[in-house]
């Protein structure tokens, strides 16, 4: 996170955060000292603000569950892929990608325009670290995904 790197002292609090195990695991990889997931109270976001402003890492009974099950799952050795940067609509897009829909299908499916899919396909390829359509479909085929 470019703020994180210019900022190390800066207390990063995400909220709004989708509840998906992937999305909790993010912020902390990201150097968050937070998380409220989108159902969270206001009095819970207050909360959370306080904390992480006293310096006391503030997240909910369901975050704190998800991250100790992913850190034990690293710890019994589990070969699990890191957890996706790719925002809902991109997963979404991907899916399709690797069901094999060209963008214009995809635009039709979806209600976008033809270059608004060319230019996630591309953010896409960019984030898995891919260089084409055909990587997509190998990276579904091996079971990674």
Known sequence: MALHG?????????FNVVDDDQAIIECVRIG??????????MDE?????????RGTPHSSARVITSLFSYVASLQAGEDRPPPSNLTPR???????LAEGL??????????????????????????????SRLEVFRLFRSGRR
């Not at 968050?32 to 109270?41: I, M």
Request: glycine content about 2%.
């Open 32 to 41: 968050a000292s937070g998380c409220v997931l989108q159902d969270a109270t």
């Open 90 to 96: 991109e997963e979404q897009i991907l899916q399709l």
């Open 6 to 14: 210019r900022l190390p002292q800066a207390k990063i609090l995400m």
């Open 102 to 131: 060209s963008n214009k299908e995809i635009a039709q499916q979806l209600h976008l325009q033809p270059q608004t899919v060319k230019n996630y396909v591309h953010l896409i390829l960019q984030k898995l670290d891919l260089r």
């Open 45 to 53: 976001l207050v909360l959370a603000i306080r904390s992480v402003a």
